[in-house]
């Protein structure tokens, strides 16, 4: 393994509640179970580091009872927090609503995470075989866009750079999103995303378009496709679909957290791309057989799984498990 993989993002607690639908407008519904766990930017580190790298946080935590939740969880995975504690507010929190059918609605709360400046960020050392990754989330917080992005545009030019828009592209203003991904190594976000980015088209389209008009540095695209698995472009040569893998998805959060940091981290070991995005694939495919955002599995998990899949001839599709 070459590196650590420097995370400058948010992480939030989660209070996940597992319901048969979404209650009509008005009206209320009880949940079958309640958990209170670690999620947004913690679901990411936690598939990069079960699968073998040294993960640490560059974000900012709060320094009420959500940051020392946040805190423990990080410790328990053993990711180290190079920023001290927010001496403002608490980190923010998401209530994650589960239905039946395994799709996932979210209602957040920003706390300590949405607010980064570059004194804050001052201990947040990158070092020359490490590989830093921030998502949309952080780049959507007024509070924090700005000196991020001047952040990102400081790095060293042999630094890899893994972005990943997230659902909320459209809060990040166009001038940070375009700065952000003229420095990206490695763009990884979902179809509804790329085409936010790109306007519509099919995804060889959309892949093709990503790298000659906003990633001009970057050595290759991932489009997650859910059940279809991923799409993968590199800079200058081949693209392919990489199929995902039949599963029976109960739960949907996370996939996409894990399916990036498992491919950052086979990457990071020297793994071809292509080869990163089958393992990817396997990775978020187990993951969505768990409850739980930070479902990822372990690397001898995921080499099992991919022996297995192997042995009985090959590739299938995942039911929403890149999402």
């Known amino acids: ?39 947004g930017g913690f679901n990411m580190m936690v598939a990069a580091s079960r699968t073998g790298m040294k993960v640490v946080f560059g974000g900012q935590l709060g320094s009420g009872p959500n940051g020392d939740f946040l805190r423990a969880a990080f410790a328990a995975e053993g990711i180290a927090t190079l920023t001290p504690p927010s001496p403002l507010m608490d980190s923010g929190n998401c209530v994650a609503m589960i239905s039946s059918d395994a799709e996932r609605t979210f209602v957040s709360w920003p706390g300590a995470e949405s607010v980064l400046s570059l004194e804050l960020m001052a201990p947040v050392a990158v070092a020359p075989d490490d590989w ?5 989330y952080t780049l959507s917080y007024p509070a924090s866009r700005d000196a991020l992005a001047d952040w990102i545009e400081s790095l060293p030019d042999e630094t890899p750079f893994v972005f990943d828009p997230t659902p909320v592209i459209t809060d990040i203003p166009r001038q940070i999103l375009s700065r952000v991904l003229a420095r990206t190594t490695w763009l990884s976000c979902n179809t509804t995303e790329a085409a936010e980015i790109t306007g519509p088209g099919d995804v060889e389209a959309v892949a093709a378009r990503l790298l000659d008009e906003h990633c001009p540095r970057a050595a290759g695209v991932v489009i997650r496709s859910g059940a279809k698995g991923c799409h993968l472009r590199l800079a200058g040569g081949p693209a392919r679909t990489i199929a995902g893998y039949t599963v029976t998805a109960i739960d949907t959060n996370g996939a996409g957290d894990t399916h990036i940091g498992a491919f950052v981290s086979s990457l990071a070991r020297g793994a071809p791309p292509f080869e990163a995005a089958r393992y990817a694939n396997a990775a978020a495919a187990i993951s969505v057989t768990r409850h739980g955002g930070s479902s990822a599995p372990t690397d001898r998990e995921i080499q099992t799984f991919l022996s297995h899949a192997a042995d009985a001839s090959g590739a299938g599709r995942t039911q929403k498990a890149n999402a």
């Open 132 to 136: 830093v990754f921030t998502s949309g």
């Open 1 to 39: 393994m070459n590196g650590r993989l420097v995370h400058v993002g948010s992480a939030v607690v989660d209070y996940v509640y597992r319901i048969d639908a979404l209650p009509a407008p008005g009206m209320e519904k009880t949940a079958s179970s309640f958990a209170r766990v670690a999620g």
